[in-house]
C-alpha cells in the first residue's frame, strides 16, 4: 500500500473548472501504481470516475465524465492530476485518489487498495 494525499478541491459555479492532485505520501513513488479516482456524493455509492495505468498511455473513464474530465500523470512531479472542465451541480462529492496495479475496466472500488483522504468539489448552480 501506498499513502496518498488528495488536495484541489472546493467550490465553483456550474460550467467551470478545477484541477485535483494526487500526491504520494512522503518518500514514497506513484511509479508503479495506477491511480483511480472516485468520488461519492452524499447518500450515495462510491463510483468509478477515471483511471490512468503506471505508463499513463491507457486512461479510463466513466460515461458520466467522459470528454469533460482528463486524468494525466507527471511522474517528475511524483504527482497524479484530474482536470475537471464543465462542472456540474451533479459532480458534487467528495473525490478520492486510489492506487492499484493496473486500471480494472469497470473502475471497481473493490479492485484499490490504497486510498486518500478525500478533497470536497461543490458546484453550484
Known amino acids: 500500500q501506498v499513502p496518498l494525499v488528495e488536495s484541489g478541491g472546493g467550490l465553483v459555479q456550474s460550467g467551470g473548472s478545477l484541477r485535483l492532485s494526487c500526491a504520494a505520501g512522503p518518500g514514497r513513488n506513484l511509479d508503479y501504481y495506477a491511480i483511480g479516482w472516485f468520488r461519492q456524493a452524499p447518500g450515495k455509492k462510491r463510483e468509478g470516475v477515471s483511471c490512468?495505468?503506471?505508463?499513463?498511455?491507457?486512461?479510463k473513464y466513466s460515461d458520466s465524465v467522459k470528454g469533460r474530465f482528463t486524468t494525466f500523470r507527471d511522474n517528475a512531479k511524483n504527482t497524479v492530476y484530474l482536470q475537471m472542465n464543465s462542472l456540474k451541480p451533479d459532480d458534487t462529492a467528495v473525490y478520492y485518489c486510489a492506487a492499484d496495479s493496473v486500471c480494472s475496466d469497470g473502475l471497481y472500488v473493490s479492485d484499490f487498495g490504497s486510498w486518500g483522504q478525500g478533497t470536497q468539489v461543490s458546484v453550484s448552480s
Open positions: 490512468v495505468s503506471v505508463n499513463g498511455l491507457i486512461k
